[in-house]
């Protein structure tokens, strides 16, 4: 099986690799405005509302109500991996450290999507992209140790992050074949924001900002980026790379995130990293190449994951 994407498959990854790539470096300026939870609880809601019109565009509504029991308890705990657990620990490693380390931690959870997938059966196992695998995560890592910022809490968060991420990656691929990723996410997104609610009610914590009226025209427009673009388009062209592709190819391509995170960092905050760290940027994206050139055979047929029911 081929696992390099085709022309219209490689549109949607690089829109969705662009979406997120920007995540880290523009809600880091909106870190001494929102606390973590309440920026990652309305960002969402936010993300909730622009997938509510386009299901509605698309006449959508009425798909919610064939889904099975099943579907929809994957889909709600596919909302508390991601929208309560990974993006809300994502959130913390930026507060904790810079958008470039905590976009390059975050980033190991292809390796994670990999080894869940072979665990699965979904992908058989292959030395090339293993070897590939090892060199990405070596890249990685030397990509944090020499990043500014110092400290094990941000990396820590970041790490965590990347866990419930690939989780929910993998479950995605299970159901990204039978549900629309507009019914998908909007259900995950209403569970995930639900459970953000009452861990925000149950810890004192404030769902908006105190002063609200006083933020500026660019606090409004970053905030408007990751409502709209990040937690509502993103997930969109992400759902569609999955429906495309092996679970650990659509997942690769994020290799290339701290890369434009990285530049978007520089742009936006003024970070600098080092020379070791773009040394360590290097070593990914070479390895990403590797990866995507590389050809698994599938287990049996094209291996779209699992079928639900």
């Not at 109500?65 to 929809?72: E, P, Y």
């Not at 990656?169 to 259900?187: D, E, I, Q």
């Not at 495309?244 to 742009?267: C, D, E, Q």
């Amino acid at each position: 099986m081929d696992v390099r994407p085709g022309g219209s498959d490689l549109i949607w990854f690089l829109l969705t690799l662009v979406i997120w790539s920007s995540m880290e470096a523009v809600s880091k300026p909106l870190m001494g405005w929102f606390d973590p939870f309440s920026l990652t609880f309305c960002r969402f809601l936010c993300g909730i509302a622009v997938l509510a019109v386009v299901a509605a565009l698309q006449g959508r509504l009425k798909e919610f109500r064939s889904l099975d029991r099943r579907t929809l308890l994957m889909l709600c705990s596919m909302g508390l991996l991601n929208t309560f657990l990974s993006m809300s620990l994502l959130q913390l490693a930026v507060l904790h450290s810079t958008p470039a380390t905590a976009a390059t931690v975050f980033c190991v959870h292809p390796v994670l999507v990999l080894a869940g997938s072979v665990i699965l059966g979904w992908e058989r196992f292959s030395w090339i992209r293993s070897a590939a695998f090892a060199a990405a995560f070596a890249g990685v890592a030397l990509v944090s140790s020499a990043a500014p910022g110092g400290g094990l809490a941000g990396p820590a968060f970041a790490l965590a992050a990347a866990l419930a991420f690939a989780s929910y990656t993998l479950m995605s691929k299970k159901v990204s074949g039978r549900v629309s990723p507009v019914t998908a996410n909007l259900v995950s997104f209403c569970a995930g924001v639900v459970a953000l609610g009452v861990f925000m009610a149950a810890t004192g914590r404030d769902p908006v900002p105190g002063n609200p009226a006083g933020a500026g025209t660019a606090d409004l427009l970053r905030f408007i980026h990751l409502g709209v673009l990040v937690s509502g388009i993103g997930y969109l062209t992400f759902f569609r790379a999955l429906k495309a592709m092996p679970v650990s190819a659509a997942s690769l391509i994020f290799f290339l995130k701290p890369v434009l995170a990285t530049g978007f960092s520089a742009a936006l905050t003024g970070e600098r990293p080092s020379a070791a760290f773009f040394a360590g940027l290097a070593l990914v994206v070479l390895s990403t190449a590797a990866c995507l050139l590389s050809r698994p055979r599938p287990r049996s047929g094209p291996c779209p994951g699992p079928r639900l029911g």
